[in-house]
């Protein structure tokens, strides 16, 4: 199985308003940029659509250690919130509706495919590939004025 390290940020210009993710892919030295745009969103959603490109973007099963500054992915992941929701009809244990129900149902299907170990880095905190991966969401949003 290859190993793949998988960078993700996610912008949005007010929230809700205009939105753009950025990932980058990093294989045996070999790095891959991938960038979007959505023109009303929020900044989960695009924090969240930054993983899945990501993982959408791998041809075939790997061990993915994923990079995210969000505390919402990370702590959904890591803490089986996102099963939990999904298992209990997209509510949370307050009974409220889970935000995202779509994009959430996406990602853990691609995180029954691969392999995924999640990092929560501190956002705007100097690593280098959070940095370029802010980068290149806030330049998808710029593109896009």
């Given amino acids: 199985m290859k190993h793949i390290q998988l960078y993700t940020d996610g912008a949005c ?3 809700p308003g205009a939105g ?3 990932a980058v892919l990093v ?9 979007g ?4 969103t ?3 959603r695009m924090e969240l659509t930054a993983v899945i490109e990501g993982l959408k973007a791998l041809k075939e099963p790997c ?5 995210t500054d969000s505390k919402y992915v990370a702590d959904a992941l890591q803490l089986g919130w996102a099963k939990a929701w999904q298992a209990n009809g ?3 244990k307050d009974k409220k509706p889970a935000l995202n129900p779509d994009l959430w149902e996406e990602l853990l299907q691609l995180c029954t495919i691969h ?4 990092c929560w880095v501190k956002g705007h905190a100097g690593h280098p590939y959070n940095e370029r991966c802010d980068a290149l969401a806030t330049s998808e949003i710029e593109k896009h004025r």
Avoid: H, P
């Fill in 20 to 22: 753009g993710w950025g």
């Fill in 13 to 15: 210009s007010g929230n």
């Fill in 90 to 92: 997209w509510r949370k």
């Fill in 27 to 35: 294989y045996k030295g070999i790095e891959k940029e991938l960038s």
């Fill in 42 to 44: 929020t900044n989960n």
């Fill in 115 to 118: 392999k995924v170990d999640i």
């Fill in 37 to 40: 745009y959505c023109a009303q």
């Fill in 63 to 67: 061990a993915v250690e994923l990079t």
